[in-house]
């Protein structure tokens, strides 16, 4: 079973940055496309979370959310068996529970933010504050 451990939430004021670790327990990234995905406050586990970013397989595509676009950025290290999500200019309503979520898909350049069902394998999920 694949495990994913997320990292890096925290209370941040409106305008701070903040970078999220996506670790993968197995020996390598290759095989996975990794995204990001928000469950706002109120919201019920394992309902309405929202993708926030994606990065495929090959590393080649990415895509972000409209409303993060230009102020997160989505990477990964293989060496380090992570993905890492940079966010920067953060806002009140970027607050939620952020996880990551890997899958295997067909294409090595496919990933989607759309769906959270095409995601198979899940993180428990790090903690992210945005308040003065």
């Known amino acids: 079973q694949l495990q994913l451990v997320e990292s890096g939430g925290d209370l941040v004021p409106p305008g701070g940055s903040l970078r999220l670790s996506c670790t993968v327990s197995?020996?390598?990234?290759?095989?996975?496309?990794i995204a990001w995905f928000r469950q706002a406050p109120g919201k019920e586990r394992d309902r309405e979370r929202e993708?926030?970013?994606?990065?495929?397989?090959?590393?080649?595509?990415?895509d972000y959310k409209d409303s993060v676009q230009g102020r997160f950025s989505i990477s990964k290290d293989p060496n380090k068996h992570s993905v890492y999500l940079q966010m920067n200019g953060l806002k009140p309503e970027d607050t939620g529970i952020y996880y990551c979520?890997?899958?295997?898909?067909?294409?090595?350049?496919?990933?989607?933010?759309?769906?959270?069902?095409?995601?198979?394998?899940w993180g428990q999920g790090t903690q992210v504050t945005v308040s003065s």
């Open positions: 197995e020996f390598t990234l290759e095989p996975y496309a």
């Open positions: 993708g926030i970013s994606c990065v495929s397989r090959s590393g080649r595509k990415t």
């Open positions: 979520a890997a899958q295997e898909f067909y294409g090595e350049d496919y990933c989607g933010i759309t769906v959270e069902i095409e995601y198979d394998n």
